[in-house]
T-cell receptor, first 111, second 114 residues
Framework: RKEVEQDPGPFNVPEGATVAFNCTYSNSASQSFFWYRQDCRKEPKLLMS???SGNEDGRFTAQLNRASQYISLLIRDSKLSDSATYLCVVNMNTGFQKLVFGTGTRLLVSP | SAVISQKPSRDICQRGTSLTIQCQVD?????MFWYRQQPGQSLTLIAT?????????ESGFVIDKFPISRPNLTFSTLTVSNMSPEDSSIYLC???????????FGSGTRLTVV
């Protein structure tokens, strides 16, 4: 089983749609979780951290379910500029900080 | 968050040669990380570089192939040695400024080995 698993997509949605991505992780001791966004030929950039209580930042909502070991990202009212690859990232906390990246979910928002 | 300057941004190299990639951070950081992103893949951690000690390499990566220097708290280099076409990839450095805020990445080095 991969340490972090994501559906690679692509998810093709029209502008204004709501889209959700899920991610599962294998290490139940993991403590920190993030969603990163990566545009084509660019470095990953932090979109949001994921907290146990869930968190929201504008159109973006992240949720963590520790019991089932999955993380979700919800994007409401999709914009063309949301088209990118979304990376689920888990800090494995294996004695020192170690980020493990999912393969990413590609989102394409069309007019 | 920290600002990272990574260079070169891209290079085309002959097989058998070596390339050294540099990362400069605008603040002092304890750990710096080097990742590889192969075409169409996600990021894979190569090694963790702490100042004053040898780098810690992940499974599948060895010091002879990817020597790392960390002379101070703001700078690190990764060398890709004796390159082959399989080393063609994007190499990224990263730092952990504050765990809750995630990690910041350099802009990456796109390496093509011919």
């Amino acid at each position: 089983r991969k340490e972090v698993e994501q559906d690679p997509g692509p998810f093709n949605v029209p502008e204004g749609a709501t889209v959700a991505f899920n991610c599962t992780y294998s290490n139940s001791a993991s403590q920190s979780f993030f969603w990163y966004r990566q545009d084509c030929r660019k470095e990953p950039k932090l979109l949001m951290s994921v907290y146990s209580s869930g968190n929201e930042d504008g159109r973006f909502t992240a949720q963590l379910n520790r019991a089932s070991q999955y993380i979700s990202l919800l994007i409401r009212d999709s914009k063309l500029s949301d088209s990118a690859t979304y990376l689920c990232v888990v800090n494995m906390n294996t004695g020192f900080q170690k980020l493990v990246f999912g393969t990413g979910t590609r989102l394409l928002v069309s007019p | 968050s920290a600002v990272i300057s990574q260079k070169p941004s891209r290079d085309i190299c002959q097989r058998g040669t070596s390339l050294t990639i540099q990362c400069q951070v605008d603040s002092q950081v304890t750990m710096m990380f080097w990742y590889r992103q192969q075409p169409g893949q996600s990021l894979t951690l190569i090694a963790t570089a702490n100042q004053g000690s040898e780098a810690t390499y992940e499974s599948g990566f060895v010091i002879d192939k990817f020597p790392i220097s960390r002379p101070n708290l703001t700078f690190s280099t990764l060398t890709v040695s004796n390159m082959s076409p399989e080393d063609s990839s994007i190499y990224l450095c990263s730092v952990d400024t504050m765990a809750a805020y995630g990690y910041t990445f350099g802009s990456g080095t796109r390496l093509t080995v011919v």
